[in-house]
């Protein structure tokens, strides 16, 4: 994680890939170089290796333990990512593998780096999302060897007045926990638009800037200018000039405070700007914002850490919580959405050469109905007496499968839709909108299977980018098929959070927009400062761009 500054930083400009809008100036802060405890390569005495296996349990129960109670003070995306990467510390097949070494004479530190370094290069290989988890992976390792070692936790450090934090990449746990009063911007040289990093940025409303070339010159305490918008980090700039800039977004961070809602543009067309969330806590947050509902409710959070499957009355007081937040709002469901990057515990999934493209999503549900059947029957019972929700699944492919769903969906009374994340089921929207009510398009993965990218790739940051025309076309083409057939068509992806992405996509026809919910204020000011036909001459103008440069740059000139 740590970088090496060798070359002394001068006034330039340095680009990236844009991820949370915002304009903010600060000195440089750069992680330093991780502690590497002394590892004791010598044989361990069979005597002693009972209590290297101990000491190895200690230290991951440690390491589990505080990631657990970091995301349950979390919310969103954070709380998510922090919950998976709690299960990965006492990941049975981790633990094994560094078991099996300590047993036949390893030390537990060193057979923690072996047993991380042998998955590690299983992930690489696997490449996709699993090629992402070698971050969460390497970072598990040095929280557990700190442990073992009696050092300090690793993380980033702590600056006494707000800076930018410069890094190669982040940890989603050193991500989770950033202050947002101190690190007031983020930049890194890796990561793509949807990984960890962004997308808790993103919620944590850090303007951030990914896969930055040239990062790794500038020296730490130098003065930079981060434009989370443009996707630019300004070194050493001008300090009337960068003055300038921080008044004008200051201007608009005034006018995003101000909004109270509801989703509308200026003159008048609604729009629902809704929030994501991932359990009641989060949905008690997101209550506290304008936000008009809830447009997707992330349900793996109660399975991910679970050895077993929780029950159907455990399910349901979960999702009541959410329901409660929203009482007389609505609230979009997403069944369980596992696999690839999200395992279970509890479920059969096979070794996949490529989980991306594997068994995931409804893919599960249809190798084990039951599991589906269980948690549709808890929706149902937390609903009692309250507000129906609206109920869609994930990596719906054909139309057999989303008439499969809605079946199952309204023997409950509820309200079936499905997720338009691979692109064939947004070629076919027309024939899924004759079994379903809604649909919701996750641009994250619609963009990765799309334009054939690993989502998580710094190297394909530019190809995944939402603004990306084909991923574009692909929206205005279900968007379209929702306005024939007069039901709604709303995305709850990444590209929801972009305030001027937002408006080119109610210009192509969304219907509503959801987002974390730090993002909601900024989503809807934006909209309530443009008309419908600003929005239908951008999404129009950005229709005839070749790249998300050039898309940006085309909305900018419309919308502002």
């Known amino acids: 994680m ?35 405890p002394t590892i004791d390569m010598n044989p361990v005495p069979e005597a002693d290796r009972d209590a290297e296996l101990q000491a190895f349990g200690k230290a991951t129960a440690a390491v589990a333990k505080r990631l657990q109670d970091r995301a349950a003070i ?12 709690a299960a990965m510390a006492t990941d049975r097949g981790w633990q094994g593998a560094a078991e099996k070494l300590i047993s036949t004479g390893s030390s537990a530190a060193a057979a923690a780096v072996a047993a991380t370094a042998q998955f ?44 930018v934090l410069l890094a190669d990449d982040l940890a989603p746990a050193d991500t989770a926990g950033l202050d947002p009063s101190l690190i007031i911007g983020l ?76 989703g509308a543009t200026s003159d008048g067309h609604r729009v629902d700007v809704l929030a994501n969330v991932q359990d009641g806590a989060g949905a008690r947050v997101a209550a506290g914002t ?25 399910q349901a007081a979960i999702y009541r919580e959410v329901i409660e937040a929203f009482p007389e709002s609505k609230v979009v469901l997403r069944t369980l959405d596992a696999g690839s990057d999200k395992p279970l515990r509890f479920a059969s999934h096979p070794d996949e050469a490529n989980p991306a493209l594997g068994v995931r999503g409804i893919r599960i549900a249809a190798r ?37 769903f809605a079946g199952k969906v309204r023997e409950r009374g509820l309200v079936p839709g499905v997720m338009i994340e691979v692109p064939a089921a947004a070629l076919l929207a027309e024939r899924i909108l004759e079994y379903v009510d809604f649909l919701s398009i996750g641009t994250n993965d619609l963009a990765q299977y799309t334009m054939a990218a690993d989502r998580m790739s710094a190297d394909l940051a530019e190809l995944t980018d939402p603004w990306q025309p084909a991923v574009l076309s692909l929206v205005a083409r279900t968007a379209a098929a929702g306005a024939a057939a007069g039901k ?45 036909d600003d929005c239908r001459r951008a999404a129009t103008a950005v229709s005839q761009t070749s790249d998300p440069a050039g898309a940006r740059a085309a909305a900018r000139a419309i919308l502002g």
Do not use: Y
């Open 2 to 36: 740590a970088m090496s500054a060798q070359v002394k930083s001068t006034r330039q400009v340095l680009r990236g890939t844009p991820v949370v809008p915002g304009v903010v100036l600060g000195p440089a802060v750069v992680p330093g170089p991780r502690v590497e």
């Open 74 to 85: 979390s919310s969103g995306s954070a709380s998510e990512v922090l919950a998976a990467n």
């Open 120 to 163: 590690a290069d299983l992930f690489a290989k696997l490449g996709g999302l699993m090629a992402e988890r070698v971050t969460d992976l390497n970072d598990i390792r040095d929280r557990v060897l700190a442990e073992l070692s009696g050092l300090p936790e690793p993380g980033v450090p702590v600056p006494d007045v707000p800076s």
């Open 187 to 262: 930049a890194t040289s890796l990561g793509g638009p949807t990984s960890h990093t962004a997308i808790i940025a993103r919620q944590l409303g850090i303007p951030c800037v990914v896969a930055v070339i040239g990062l790794d010159t500038v020296v730490a305490g130098t003065q930079v200018l981060i434009d989370g918008g443009a996707g630019e980090l300004t070194v050493s700039p001008d300090e009337q000039v960068a003055a300038k800039a921080v008044a004008a977004h200051q201007l608009v961070a005034a006018r995003t405070a101000a909004w109270s809602g509801p």
């Open 290 to 314: 304008a936000a008009g509902g809830v447009g997707l409710f992330r349900t793996e959070l109660c399975f991910l850490d679970r050895e077993k499957e929780p029950t159907v009355d455990e």
């Open 368 to 404: 084990d109905n039951g599991l589906l059947d269980r948690q549709l029957d808890g929706v149902a019972a937390a609903a009692e007496g309250l507000r129906a929700p609206w109920v869609m699944a994930p990596m719906i492919s054909t139309a057999a499968e989303a008439e499969w």
């Open 488 to 532: 709604p068509v709303g995305v709850c992806g990444e590209a929801a959070a972009d305030p001027l992405l937002a408006c080119v996509l109610v210009g192509l026809g969304v219907t509503s927009l959801s987002a974390a919910a730090s993002a909601v204020a900024g989503v809807g000011a934006k909209l309530g400062a443009v008309s419908l």
